[in-house]
């Protein structure tokens, strides 16, 4: 694959397409943000590590002026952006008909709505647990380690899924080709759907969250509607295992000290992707005749904190 584009280019999209770029690929950073894009443009990209801080040299644009076709475009919006920066990209010819399109975004549903805009063909999901910093305009914070699960999106793979498995590894990211990887969007997008909303509405971090003894009792009416619709939709799901996810993100020296980015989205005054978590359950429980009155309840609580912390 020659040229790539990484669409939303925040924290993790800025992470992946830099480390894509010292690798040596053609790389372009798209994102809607005037300010980052031109801060990249004009300093490069600026990059702190638990040891050093440095620069990489990276070009940026906004969608709107995209100019080059990509082979491979790596989608890292807020998922509610998503569709927007796929349609202009489209428009702009920046996607051809062997264009891989990749899902990095957390929630649930990308693929279906991304069907109604290009073929499922050309639709790959993927789950990371690498982690990212946004720290200002052309600014990005890298700790930690992570690793990539990928496959397209109808269960099928094709050179492609080889290429990007080879240029993320190359670049390394630490990329796999997933057997199963619905069952593993649906797993993140459980752990997401408990932990983000819960710690958002009682504004805690995940440690502090965690230190209520009845905690357990508090997320397992959450995580049994979250299986029944899944099963609805021909995906198996097993309570034990989920909770197992959720708790080893509990202690301090895993992700306990950090507030989620539901959290961090809410209190900087930013809409966040509810819709896309509980929302989403909500609406497949709909679709399939299925209560779902806990996510119901998260999904409106979080619309209502929008209300008075989000503006304009």
């Not at 919006?77 to 996607?95: C, F, N, P, Y």
């Not at 709505?113 to 790959?124: E, G, K, L, N, S």
């Not at 690498?130 to 999106?153: F, K, M, S, V």
Request: proline share 4%; net charge negative.
């Amino acid at each position: 694959m020659k040229k790539i584009a990484i669409a939303g280019a925040g924290a993790m999209g800025s992470r992946i397409g830099s480390q894509l770029k010292k690798a040596g690929y053609d790389v372009t950073l798209i994102d809607f943000w005037d300010e980052h894009v031109q801060a990249i443009n004009d300093r490069g990209l600026e990059i702190q590590t638990e040891t050093d801080t440095y620069h990489i040299d990276i070009p940026a644009c906004k969608p709107e002026d995209a100019e080059a076709r990509y082979d491979l475009i790596i989608i890292l919006t807020k998922a509610m952006h998503s569709e927007v920066m796929l349609q202009t990209l489209l428009d702009r010819g920046a996607i051809y008909e062997d264009t891989a399109i990749l899902t990095l975004m957390n929630g649930l549903g990308h693929d279906e709505r991304f069907a109604q805009i290009i073929p499922t063909t050309q639709v790959f999901l993927a789950v990371t647990v690498w982690t990212a910093g946004l720290r200002g305009p052309g600014q990005i914070l890298l700790e930690g380690t992570g690793r990539i699960d990928l496959q397209r999106a109808d269960g099928e793979n094709d050179a492609r899924t080889e290429a990007i498995v080879e240029m993320f590894n190359h670049a390394h990211l630490n990329a796999y080709i997933s057997d199963n990887v619905i069952q593993t969007v649906w797993e993140k997008a459980t752990l997401n759907s408990v932990l983000n909303p819960l710690c958002t509405i009682l504004d805690k971090t995940i440690f502090e969250f965690s230190s209520y003894p009845d905690a357990r009792q508090q997320i397992e009416p959450i995580i049994d509607e979250i299986i029944a619709v899944a099963k609805a939709k021909g995906i198996q799901l097993n309570a034990q295992t989920l909770i197992q996810k959720i708790e080893s993100t509990y202690p301090k020296n895993a992700q306990g000290l950090h507030y989620p980015s539901m959290h961090q989205d809410l209190y900087r005054g930013r809409l966040t992707e509810i819709d896309y978590l509980n929302g989403q359950i909500s609406a497949y429980g709909r679709e399939f005749g299925i209560p779902t009155p806990n996510n119901d309840m998260l999904l409106h609580l979080i619309h209502q904190l929008e209300m008075t912390h989000v503006k304009g």
